[in-house]
């Protein structure tokens, strides 16, 4: 008899090292919202991948931080859940910017929630760091820290990741699927439809524009086989920065709107009706009833 594997496998590390880009070069689909810019992720996110004799149930997650408001103060809880739900924990961190003091700190911050767990450390972006550099760290690190492996890829070359898959294999438990074999994620389409517009967000505004808003997908409807009609609020939380979100004559918000349209065009495989309107929600980001009946009306 084929012996299944299923389990879930928690991507974790700090702002920017790569976990949505590895979520995503893994399951071979654009699922979660990559930018150079921090924070892009702010809630947890399922990726599942399931083949023949296994289901691997990827979680992405926020980068870690220290929290100043409520909406960190949810990222890091989205943070600790994960960790605590995973059968197997991928560390994930920057090789061009290794800082074993900071990685110390980190499993002393988290010691909690990895007590007991299989880990892996996984050294991002080697593209951009060479050999002879590499090896020195990777040594220390497999001296000096409890993982029981070690894999350097790189997620946006899609470098050294059927490596990694089978590392992963290595530690997953034996059981039956979790989700059904078509199951690709525990969100609805209209949360990704909300990350799409945040993360063009991200790319086309700066300083704490993106950091002030959240995305509310408000209708999402089938009009014909082939059109779907979506509206979405972007919230802000005060007058001066929805003036900047529009632009001079609605400007901004008109290339926000087409920018976003052809992303989520592309992630629907559909044509798209967009409107997007700008609302204000004072400090909002301190709100924790606000965004608890945000975030978690997101989830399945
Ligand atoms: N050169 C290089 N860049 C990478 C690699 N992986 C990711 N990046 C880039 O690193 C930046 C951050 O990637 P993300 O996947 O958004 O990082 P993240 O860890 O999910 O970030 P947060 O969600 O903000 O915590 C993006 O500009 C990616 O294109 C890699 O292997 N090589
Ligand atoms: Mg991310």
């Avoid at 990559?34 to 979680?59: A, C, M, P, S």
């Avoid at 967000?201 to 209708?219: A, D, F, G, K, R």
Wanted: glycine residues 4%; charged residues 30%; proline residues 3%.
């Amino acid at each position: 008899m084929l012996v299944k594997k299923s389990g879930f496998v928690t991507i974790f590390g700090a702002p920017n090292a790569g976990k949505s880009t590895l979520l995503n070069a893994l399951l071979n689909f654009n699922l979660s919202v990559v930018n150079k810019k921090v924070q892009t992720t702010r809630d947890r996110i399922l990726g599942i991948l399931t083949e023949e004799n296994y289901q691997i149930v990827f979680i992405d997650t926020p980068g870690i931080l220290e929290p100043k408001y409520e909406l960190q103060k949810f990222m890091l809880k989205e943070i600790k859940s994960s960790l605590e739900e995973a059968d197997l924990i991928i560390h994930i961190i920057d090789a061009a910017k290794i800082n074993l003091d900071k990685l110390k700190k980190i499993d002393e911050e988290f010691k909690d929630q990895i007590r007991n767990k299989k880990r892996i450390i996984v050294l991002n972006k080697v593209d951009l760091v060479t050999k002879a550099n590499l090896l020195p760290v990777m040594n220390k690190i497999s001296e000096n820290f409890g993982y029981d492996d070690t894999v350097p890829v790189s997620a946006a070359k899609c470098e050294n990741l059927e490596t990694l898959k089978y590392v992963i294999l290595k530690y997953l438990p034996e059981g039956e699927f979790f989700f059904s074999k078509d199951t690709l994620t525990n969100k609805p389409e209209k949360f990704f439809v909300s990350e799409i517009i945040r993360e063009k967000i991200l790319t086309y505004y700066h300083e704490e524009i993106p950091y002030s808003i959240i995305v509310n997908v408000t209708e999402f409807k089938e009009r014909s086989e082939n059109l779907i009609f979506i509206n979405a609020d972007i919230i802000v939380e005060r007058e001066s920065q929805k003036i900047i979100i529009i632009g001079k004559g609605g400007s901004g918000l008109k290339k926000l709107g087409n920018k976003s349209r052809l992303e989520i065009e592309k992630f629907l495989g559909k044509k798209v009706y967009l409107e997007l309107f700008v609302k204000i929600r004072k400090d909002w980001r301190n709100n924790k009833r606000f965004i608890r009946d945000y975030k978690t009306g997101d989830a399945s």
